[in-house]
């Protein structure tokens, strides 16, 4: 049986990933400065090859607030961490090469996340495509898919497409090949375009 302070802990326990940075100092004074227990994850990218100028003063970014990075009308393309700059470069690509208006938003925080902002893209748009690193099995974008087919199904024109890591385990060597790319978010993209 779990004990009350066990039960607080479960329920106020936040899940922080960066996709940058310039977020990933506002988000880590943030989870500093919550009441709550926090867990800050730090992609790799962060440490090898992220450049950003860092504003020197002290600034927080919002929890559990996501962000919509790109404005868009036909698909919504939910991610964070790393993989938002992989979207940002689809959005682009299928604006040039498709036609197709692509909003992406960043979730930041991902326990608890920002329902309201999703639900209202994904009424918005009618179509959805998560792309995480993470295996596609067990994967927080079937959580997100679960409640975006609960809150919208009405609203959906095509089945919700998750673009996500192989159910693999990799050498860091083959990284490359496991991880949803560009060319994978595209496939999908014309797949909800065409439903």
Not at 119 to 147: D, W, Y
Not at 178 to 193: G, S, T, V
Request: negative net charge.
């Amino acid at each position: 049986m779990l004990t009350p302070c066990l039960l607080d802990c479960l329920f106020y326990f936040k899940v922080v990933i960066p996709r940058g940075p310039i977020q990933a100092k506002g988000l880590l004074l943030s989870c500093i400065r919550d009441d709550d227990p926090c867990l800050f994850f730090e992609p790799k990218i962060l440490y090898r090859s992220a450049v950003e100028e860092v504003p020197t003063g002290d600034y927080t970014l919002p929890l559990s607030k996501a962000e919509v990075l790109v404005e868009g009308t036909d698909v919504t393309m939910i991610g964070w961490g790393t993989q938002v700059h992989v979207l940002r470069e689809v959005a682009t690509m299928a604006q040039q090469k498709l036609n197709v208006s692509c909003e992406v938003i960043d979730l930041c925080t991902i326990l608890p996340w920002d329902q309201d902002t999703v639900i209202q893209s994904a009424m918005k748009t009618g179509r959805v495509l998560i792309s995480h690193e993470a295996p596609i099995t067990m994967g927080f974008g079937a959580e997100l898919a679960a409640s975006i087919q609960r809150e919208c199904f009405l609203h959906l024109e095509a089945p919700i497409e998750r673009v996500c890591g192989y159910d693999a385990p990799f050498p860091h060597v083959f990284e490359a090949f496991i991880m949803p790319d560009k060319w994978r978010c595209i496939e999908a993209i014309k797949r909800l375009i065409s439903y």
